[in-house]
């Protein structure tokens, strides 16, 4: 059996919307912790970042952190870097630098959403890239954002192996429709020694890729001889670097409802499977099996059954209207053996839960999430469901 480590979970967290009072329009540098050197002229270059209106890109508010690379240059401290947590993310030879690593942990995240500024038309050049990242530039993962003719072509680069200089990998994960905005998830567990650590990209909710951080070009690569470690994570940069699309000025890419978090996880779930990859809807009281599939896997990515973790739990929050009295969750569970429970059950390959649907009243928006069993902490995925 696979003995897992119980450790306190010291999650950290940070929400931002961009809106005010906390954030007003103009350069993000120095507002609620953010950094932007650049952009405030006291950087490499006067980059194009700043809070502004986020022109009624839906689900955005009315202000959003709008990024061009208008103007570029080949530095990074004095890119933008949002709010730092308390609580960094690493392994125990991670190396600090400036800053100071808290409690360290052993799980990041952020989420995201991104839009075209201009939904209608290709900006020609237009790129910018997002990373996990120490505070000054010692990025741990990567995705970039390049606007082709024929939408948004994201793509993601780890390290692989140990050779000097590094092998920087490119994963392609598609090109998606500029016309409406994306949603964003990166997650990297850290795990002690070399070539071991996983990070996962998520877009619109699916699981596009898995694939390993940047620890090896910092461990190998004689360009970060000067501090042969990887690095802590406490925050995400904004960069905008290589070649300058001037013409993007006062446009680019629109962020907004940016999340990030360090917590220490047992183990990750990545799932839920179709149909609940996506929004479904329900009649009241229909008798329907909403079938939740997912599978669980340890920090060296082996799966795990029965015998090797408590089983998962299920939980459904009404989260639309919150809080009626009258339409209780917990009365609408029911195992996939068939028997009135909450857990989920290990077919030998992964974990499933039918929820019923026969008992639902109250019309509204449901949030599906699955939780540790007994005292385990674990990242899990999210469904959605409308009853009307």
């Not at 059996?1 to 967290?13: H, I, N, R, Y």
């Not at 125990?92 to 630098?97: F, K, N, R």
């Not at 990545?270 to 909403?290: C, H, I, Q, S, Y």
Request: with cysteine.
């Amino acid at each position: 059996m696979l003995v897992l480590p119980q450790k306190a979970a010291l999650a950290d967290s940070n929400s931002i919307d961009f809106e005010t009072p906390t954030y007003i329009a103009g350069t993000i540098n120095g507002q609620d912790g953010w950094k932007s050197l650049g952009a405030a002229n006291a950087g490499c270059a006067i980059y194009d970042h700043a809070v502004g209106s986020s022109f009624s890109t839906t689900g955005f508010g009315s202000q959003s952190l709008r990024i061009s690379n208008a103007v570029t240059s080949g530095c990074f401290g004095d890119q933008t870097f949002a709010k730092p947590l308390a609580n960094a993310v690493g392994e125990v030879d991670s190396t600090d630098g400036p800053f100071s690593r808290g409690t360290l942990q052993n799980h990041f995240k952020m989420e995201f959403d991104i839009a075209s500024k201009v939904p209608s038309a290709q900006q020609p050049g237009l790129f910018m890239n997002v990373s996990p990242d120490r505070g000054d530039g010692s990025r741990m993962s990567y995705l970039g954002f390049d606007d082709v003719a024929t939408g948004i072509n994201i793509i993601f680069f780890d390290v692989q192996g140990t050779t000097n200089p590094a092998n920087f990998s490119l994963q392609d994960l598609g090109i998606y429709d500029r016309t409406v905005p994306h949603h964003i998830k990166l997650t990297l567990d850290t795990l002690n020694g070399p070539s071991n650590d996983v990070v996962r990209v998520w877009i619109d909710g699916v699981l596009k890729h898995t694939g390993t951080s940047w620890e090896n070009y910092y461990r190998y690569d004689s360009e970060s001889s000067a501090e042969q470690s990887p690095r802590i994570v406490k925050t995400v940069i904004f960069r905008t670097g290589g070649t300058a699309a001037p013409a993007t000025a006062g446009n680019g890419y629109l962020v907004d409802n940016l999340s990030e978090s360090s917590s220490i996880v047992n183990y990750t779930c990545t799932g839920f499977e179709a149909p609940m990859d996506k929004l479904v809807t329900v009649k009241k009281k229909a008798n329907r099996v909403l079938p939740l599939k997912m599978v669980c896997t340890g920090t060296n990515g082996n799966v795990l059954g029965n015998g090797d973790i408590a089983a998962p739990i299920v939980q459904v929050t009404k989260t639309n209207p919150a809080g009626d009295a009258t339409d209780p969750v917990d009365v609408y569970l029911s195992a996939g053996q068939g028997t009135d429970g909450n857990e989920f059950v290990f077919d030998g390959s992964r974990w499933y839960f039918n929820l019923q649907t026969k008992n639902f009243t109250g019309n509204g928006t449901y949030t599906i999430t699955a939780v540790g069993g007994g005292s385990d902490v674990i990242s899990a995925p999210t469904a959605t469901f409308i009853v009307q």
